[in-house]
Nanobody
Framework: QVQLVESGGRLVQAGGSVTLSCAAS????????MGWFRQTPGREREFVAA????????YYADSVNGRFTISRDNANYTVYLQINNLKAEDPPVYSC?????????????????WGKGTQVPVSS
């Protein structure tokens, strides 16, 4: 089991940027795929990006249109999500997840471990 702690969420003005962090711990932390999902309360979580910690392989949702960048710091088993040009309609809750096995890291069921989420409300 991997434990995850997100940080970096804050109120942002439309057009602004933010970088979120997700720190992993546990005996599998060096081998997992870590993903970011976002959600509007009352709606389904949607995939944003994922990164395999061991080799840096990245996955992005087609919808992110180049505004999101995922990166890693292997020394601390931390994955970052940089978000640029935030829009008022962007879902405000971002959650980090970790998984080891499965076919597709773009789907929620790939991930057995989830963080509590961090908020990025966007003001217009």
């Amino acid at each position: 089991q991997v434990q995850l702690v997100e940080s970096g969420g804050r109120l942002v003005q439309a057009g602004g940027s933010v970088t979120l962090s997700c720190a992993a711990s546990g005996h599998s932390a060096s081998r997992v795929v870590m993903g970011w999902f976002r959600q509007t309360p009352g709606r389904e979580r949607e995939f944003v990006a994922a990164l395999r910690v061991s080799d840096g392989n990245k996955y992005y949702a087609d919808s992110v249109n180049g505004r999101f960048t995922i990166s890693r710091d292997n020394a601390n088993y931390t994955v970052y999500l940089q978000i640029n040009n935030l829009k008022a309609e962007d879902p405000p809750v971002y959650s980090c997840a970790a998984g080891l096995k499965g076919r597709d890291p773009r789907i929620k069921s790939f991930y057995p471990s989830w963080g509590k989420g961090t908020q990025v409300p966007v003001s217009s």
